[in-house]
């Protein structure tokens, strides 16, 4: 059924590459350097490659990997606004202004030493405290880190409860024409958009703003992980499950507290997505 799905899809009748696959990419950390903080028209691709190709990317998380421990303090590792590292940008040869950049997301798993995945309560950011726009009727909700260990079998919360591993990309998209916007913002180029949506099996459709599209790609998430791992990707013209168990709400409440209506949120911080500390991405461009 899913191969049905990709041949009558958008990608596969109009894009370059017809949804054929290409040629298979890698982008590590090492091949990356440095990471940008900004989607923008203002630094060179660090890979180029043809509509069709495969391009499995490592990432760090949200916070850079900055936060190892339980006891760490969110405010005294973490550099606001450098937040959500970005891995590319990745040209796609051919694309112009004008296009539409198909992106077809082929997998997300997490890598490195577990526990992988990283959640955390932080002062004035993120749905579950109160903001200088959301204010809130609850007291603030004191500083707390979570580390979670995360594979394919799920997110151990603890050591009786599982929450499913759902993975999504919670950064993606391409440059704009002129502006340099935060990593931290969703916008029309894509961004910080956070969608459980943008999953393994998807295709997103990005409008092109720039010559070879500027694909840029950041820290996964996933209800509750993140990292992702090849998608792909195509030129044509071009999170969080909320626990609903009763003992894992207990438990949620117990550890992160509770709302002013006694409902938990799920934990938010600068990932907002309780995402796995390393991810890796793949992706296909056809």
Not at 42 to 55: C, E, N, Q, R, W
Not at 70 to 84: C, G, I, V, W
Not at 109 to 131: D, K, M, N, S, Y
Not at 171 to 177: D, F, Y
Request: proline share 9%.
């Amino acid at each position: 059924m899913a191969e049905d799905w990709l041949k009558s899809s958008i990608m596969a009748k109009r894009a370059v590459a017809k949804g054929a696959v290409g040629e298979r990419h890698s982008l590590t950390i090492e091949q990356q350097g440095k990471f940008h903080y900004v989607y923008g028209p203002y630094a060179k691709p660090t890979l180029s490659i043809d509509p069709g190709g495969i391009v499995v990317v490592e990432t760090e998380d949200a916070f850079g990997g900055a936060l190892t421990s339980e006891s760490d303090s969110p405010t005294a590792k973490l550099n606001f606004p450098y937040l959500n590292p970005q891995c590319g940008p990745i040209a796609v040869k051919g694309a112009k202004k004008g296009d539409c950049l198909a992106v077809h997301i082929l997998d997300v798993e997490t890598r490195g030493e577990q526990p992988a995945g990283t959640t955390c309560i932080i002062p004035e950011f993120g749905g579950l405290v109160g903001t200088s726009s959301t204010a809130m009727l609850n007291p603030p909700l004191p500083e707390r880190v979570r580390k979670l260990h995360v594979d394919r079998n799920g997110v151990r919360w603890s050591d009786k409860i599982t929450l499913p591993y759902e993975p999504f990309i919670g950064t993606i998209g391409v440059s704009p024409e002129i502006e340099a916007i935060s990593s931290l913002q969703p916008d029309y180029h894509g961004g910080n958009m956070d969608l459980p949506d943008v999953a393994p099996g998807a295709i997103l459709y990005l409008p092109v703003h720039t010559e070879g599209a500027d694909w840029i790609r950041g820290r996964r998430a996933a209800r509750p992980v993140r990292r992702r791992r090849a998608p792909r990707c195509s030129r044509y013209g071009r999170s969080w499950r909320r626990p609903h168990a009763t003992a894992a709400r207990r438990e949620l409440q117990s550890h992160f507290g509770s709302d002013a209506t006694g409902r938990v949120r799920r934990p938010a911080g600068p990932a907002d997505s309780g995402g796995s500390r390393r991810l890796a991405p793949a992706a296909h461009i056809p």
